[in-house]
């Protein structure tokens, strides 16, 4: 799998993010913390994480969706994943 | 005397006829049918085609932020759409609109849906199958249960006096405007969301409602549908939609200047004990649950002006009705204005109380009474006064009104209001 360049998932983020929780996509920045910054409940992220799963084609486990604390661990994350297959 | 007086404030809907209460009530006058072919695919595989949907999609409105409305069902979208309309007509703030703030611990919500969530169940069901439990949005649970739309509307305006959803099939949301009249009247409340909502024109309903034979099968005519206590009347027609009144205290309502639409005066329930979808042919039930509302409103038969009947359109259950006005009223019941509000909007099952209760409310303000539309030849077995071809002028002055709702269980509910002086 081809490395996904980080504007790119940057972007994906955000769509997601304004369409699921309705927080517009240019606040979606590397070093927003979903909780304390952008507000986002469990319950959202579960949403979420399951739309970037589909649009980046990766799968985030339970387990691990509780250390996507920023932005920047889901790019870091999505990025790593790419690395290994 | 003691009793606390219950008055209504605010009022708030969305229906077959329009998107909120001044353009149902002027539809309503209008004689309009809500009745409509379904714009479904494969409509030939149902037995029945046709349904009262909402005159406007609660996305059209704007009211519910996008992500928000993602995460309800469609039936508490339509709550929610009323209650907020309700709210500002009661003159309480919301969101940009200035008015009162109220008391939270003071503010109750009684919100009912006969089904809940059924769109959602089944789409998620299909997500489900489709794709794995993964892919089920985590708030599915949240959009199917029944009290979601109670839920949603004391979660809006931070009602923490209680949230109530009950359910009785068609007669629950006449049954919440019960609950919130208690509410009051028991000092646990200042001022009750009360109302009801429903969201289920869905394939397996029109199914299921057809297997039952209880649906009107006019696919040729929607409009013509829907045609309470006329001799060539099939069954009734599916609605859906919201309606919600704000009920207050009187004192409360006095000592901050509201407006005040009519006394919400009282509530009369009874259980026929007799069969799961049927009532029986003599209407005692129905008898039993007026009686009480009138012993609870303090009112005499005699001083009942209109009823605002249960009216479906079904062969059995009209005629049955009449029978229990009879029973209830004696001679009475011949100088009663009748009319069935399902003849324009369908039958909104769960909102169909709060509707009719709403419709009765503007009735009484307006001394309106809108008429039953498509009674074309009266049924032979029917010789009461059924308003129809056009509204009825009510006298003025002192008017009170009952409105009756029946539901599948052998549940009765009667509500009754007063004309506010």
Known sequence: MAEVSTQTILDGLGEIVEEIVGIPAADVTPEKNFIDDLDIDSLSMVEIAVAAQDKFGVEIPDDELKNLRTVQDVVDYVQGLAAKA | MGK???????????????????????????????????????????????????????????????????RMDRCQQFALIAAIEAMKDAGYAHGDTEGLTIDSDRLGVVLSSGIGGLHSALDSYDVFKEKGWRRVSPFTVPMLMPNGSAAHVGLEFNATAG???????????????????????????????????????????????????????????????????????????????????????????????AKIYAYASGVGYSADGHDMVQPPEDGRGAAKAMQRCLADAGLEPEQIIHINAHGTSTPQGDVAELAGIKKAFGDHAYRLNITATKSMTGHLLGGAGALEALVTVLTLRDGLVPPTVNLENLDDAVDLDIVHGEPRKLADGPAAALNNSFGFGGHNVTLAFERAL
């Open chain 2, 4 to 70: 606390t007086r219950v008055v209504v404030t605010g009022l708030g809907a969305s229906t077959p006829i329009g998107g909120d209460v001044a353009s149902t009530w002027d539809g309503l006058l209008a004689g309009k049918s809500g009745s409509r072919t379904l714009p479904w695919d494969n409509l030939d595989a149902l037995p029945v085609q046709f349904a009262a949907q909402a005159a406007v999609e609660p996305a059209d409105t704007g009211v519910i932020p996008k992500p928000r409305m993602r």
């Open chain 2, 163 to 257: 949230i109530h959803a009950l359910v009785s099939a068609c007669s629950s949301s006449a049954e919440a405007i019960g609950y919130g009249i208690d509410m009051i009247r028991a000092g646990r409340a200042d001022t009750v969301i009360a109302g009801g909502t429903e969201a289920c024109i869905h394939p397996l309903q029109m199914a299921s409602f057809g297997a039952m034979r209880a649906m009107s099968t006019r696919n040729d005519a929607p409009e013509l549908a829907s045609r309470p206590y006329d001799k060539a009347r099939d069954g009734f027609v599916l609605g859906e939609g919201a309606a919600v009144l704000i009920l207050e205290s009187e004192e409360h309502a006095r000592a901050r200047g």
